[in-house]
């Protein structure tokens, strides 16, 4: 018996936290290793339990998993959350990656010097409300389903529901003028996993401060 | 019927590179129509074609498919180059992900200010030989066969491929010390369909020149 997957990474959100949403969302209980200093992170290394000497690392099913979007088309595929057929793979595939460009910078956010802020929120809502959320409010009218793709519950949707939050965390009435992806957010917020996922207590992180930077720095530094 | 797939991109390697490797490869016949200028970009933005606005975008199988890796993942699941079950296709994407980050590397090394250029590519070359290729040239030795993963021939292999002689374009020796890659490369290069991928006349791209960045710049405006 393979036991929980078992997380490695820092104290917050970065890259694992779409795994921990997805599997979260897939109703996985999973235990976490907190990175906290160079020693431990230098010493996985040494170990060979980082194939390309990087975190995020979930161990599960025996293998040491590496690299963000293998771990996720992993749970995805294993949890049923995947769709039915390789079209619908391949329209979940495009809709997970194109969030996952919106994800990016909201990640190297809080990397970015203090004067490039500005700029970079700025850059998040246009991105935002320009080129992501449109897409998603039109598919969601075209069809008139709950969910993005062939009516079932999918990655799609969960990777949807975290960038919703966590732009709404910079931005909070970014969903203004897109009242499908209201209530999109309103009904994956309970769907009983997800409702779960959210209450205090949960294995969610909270957003990236000071504390959190300042950890990924020293563990990476050179 | 549906059709030869068709690729919308410039006339350079850039993303969608990999997808004419994959392609190829897999011995599929495609046809390309290329942006040459702003305007040609403007006119498939404002035709709608473009998910988020972004090449690449192939036509395949009545879809409009835009991003990288969705495009990718669909071609090789549709032409058995994904592994058998979950688990291979799951070390396919994690070795396809260090390919991928090691191409990106390659990939952005003419679009960056000269000064910056020498510490780059002995970047790229540090990461090439001592991140990426022993984990390759590790899997290959451990389990003795000809291709990464499954005995089979895979999307991992194309895409290794495809790294390793761009890599040799940065340094023409750089698998000097990794004799198992080196016999990888022989291999893989004689398979007839990516054989013939690599004789003149083939849709392969060149290598990005300053000419050609410059014409880039201008089509996204970067």
């Not at chain 1, 919106?102 to 990397?111: G, K, V, Y």
């Amino acid at each position: 018996m393979s036991g929980k997957p078992r997380l490695t990474y820092f104290n917050g959100r970065g890259r694992m936290e779409s795994i921990r949403w997805l599997l979260a969302a897939a109703g996985v209980e999973f235990e976490e290793v907190y990175l906290e200093t160079k020693e431990q992170y230098d010493k996985l290394i040494k170990d060979g339990f980082l194939l390309f000497q990087q975190v995020p690392l979930v161990e599960m099913d025996g293998m040491k998993m590496v690299q963000t979007r293998a771990i996720q088309s992993y749970i995805a595929g294993k949890y049923n959350l995947y769709g039915k057929d390789l079209k619908e793979r391949a329209l979940i595939d495009m809709y997970v990656e194109g969030v996952a460009d919106l994800m990016q910078m909201i990640l190297t956010f809080p990397f970015s010097p203090p004067d490039a802020k500005e700029k970079n929120l700025d850059s998040i809502k246009e991105r935002a409300t320009n080129r992501y959320f449109p897409v998603f409010e039109k598919v969601l009218k075209q069809h008139g389903q709950d969910f993005l793709v062939g009516n079932k519950f999918s990655w799609a949707d969960v990777q949807l529901m975290e960038a919703i939050l966590a732009v709404e965390e910079k931005i909070p009435a970014v969903l203004s003028g897109f009242p499908q992806l209201q209530v999109f957010k309103t009904k994956m917020s309970n769907m009983p996993t997800i409702k779960k996922f959210l209450q205090p207590g949960s294995p969610r992180k909270p957003p990236p401060d000071a504390h959190y930077v300042e950890t990924v720095l020293k563990v990476f530094k050179k | 019927m549906a059709g030869k797939p068709k690729l919308h991109y410039t006339k350079g390697r850039g993303k969608m590179e990999s997808i004419r490797w994959l392609l190829a490869a897999a011995g599929v016949e495609f046809e390309e129509e290329f942006i040459e200028t702003k305007e040609d970009l403007e006119k498939l933005r404002n035709d709608g074609v473009l998910l988020f606005q972004q090449v690449p975008m192939v036509e395949i199988d009545g879809m409009r498919m835009v991003q990288t890796r969705a495009i990718l993942s669909y071609i090789a699941a549709k032409y058995n180059l994904y592994g058998k079950d979950l688990k291979e296709r799951a070390w396919i994407d994690m070795y396809v992900e260090g390919t991928t980050d090691l191409m990106g590397m390659i990939m952005y090394l003419p679009f960056q200010p000269a000064d910056t250029k020498e510490k780059n590519l002995a970047l790229i070359i540090e990461r090439a030989t001592t991140r990426y290729f022993p984990v390759y040239e590790k899997a290959l030795k451990d389990h003795g066969q000809d291709y990464l993963v499954g005995n089979k021939l895979s999307w991992a292999d194309v895409h290794l491929l495809e790294a390793i002689l761009m890599a040799e374009e940065c340094k023409p020796d750089i698998l000097s010390a990794f004799p198992l890659l080196q016999a990888f490369k022989g291999r893989i290069s004689n398979i007839p369909t990516i054989k013939k991928f690599l004789q003149p006349g083939s849709q392969r791209k060149p290598p990005t020149d300053e000419k050609f960045v410059a014409v880039v710049r201008k089509i996204f405006n970067i």
